[in-house]
């Protein structure tokens, strides 16, 4: 007589992921290269099929313009920090030209990234990813969302005294 076994509780659908892109990341500890698409590619590959990750390509305003990408989270990060912070000082032309990354973006905001295990991390840790062409390292950049209740009595849930 077989003996019933014990329900395991089940991992939600995102847990399971993570851990197999942690996996994933774990064997690859390559260096970021200077190649645009081959960064792009490798790092494509450890999210695909994944929807919870969103990419936005752009163009740096340089002579001449550079295309780079970022790679974040959905719903979790403040969009007007991604567009005001990291976007239009990167697009900005007056600014842009001449200038690095970390003077067009607070400082305060950036994390420079080496290799391809760190940079899929910092993107699971709810980070931007922000990969330039021709650069051999990518930037993580912190723009989450402050997920704060009101202080105001909620309407819906008045208590009747």
């Not at 995102?14 to 690859?28: G, M, R």
């Not at 990234?113 to 699971?124: F, I, R």
Request: charged share 25%.
């Amino acid at each position: 007589m077989r003996t019933a076994r014990k329900p395991r509780k089940a991992l939600k659908l995102w847990e399971k992921k993570a851990q197999e892109l942690e996996k994933q990341v774990q064997d690859q500890q390559s260096p970021l290269s200077d190649d645009f698409q081959a960064n792009c590619a490798m790092i494509d590959a450890v999210f695909q099929g994944c929807d919870d990750i969103s990419k936005r390509d752009f163009h740096i305003a340089q002579d001449p313009p550079r295309p780079a990408r970022l790679y974040m989270l959905k719903g979790t990060l403040d969009k007007t920090i991604i567009n005001d912070s990291i976007i239009a000082p990167l697009t900005a032309a007056v600014k842009a030209r001449g200038a690095g990354v970390p003077d067009l973006i607070s400082a305060h905001m950036l994390t420079e990234v080496a290799t391809l295990g760190e940079a899929v991390q910092e993107v699971l840790n709810g980070q931007v990813l922000l990969i330039i062409h021709r650069q051999a390292r990518a930037w993580s950049v912190n723009a989450k969302a402050a997920r704060l209740r009101a202080v105001a009595e909620p309407e819906t849930q008045k208590v009747v005294r």
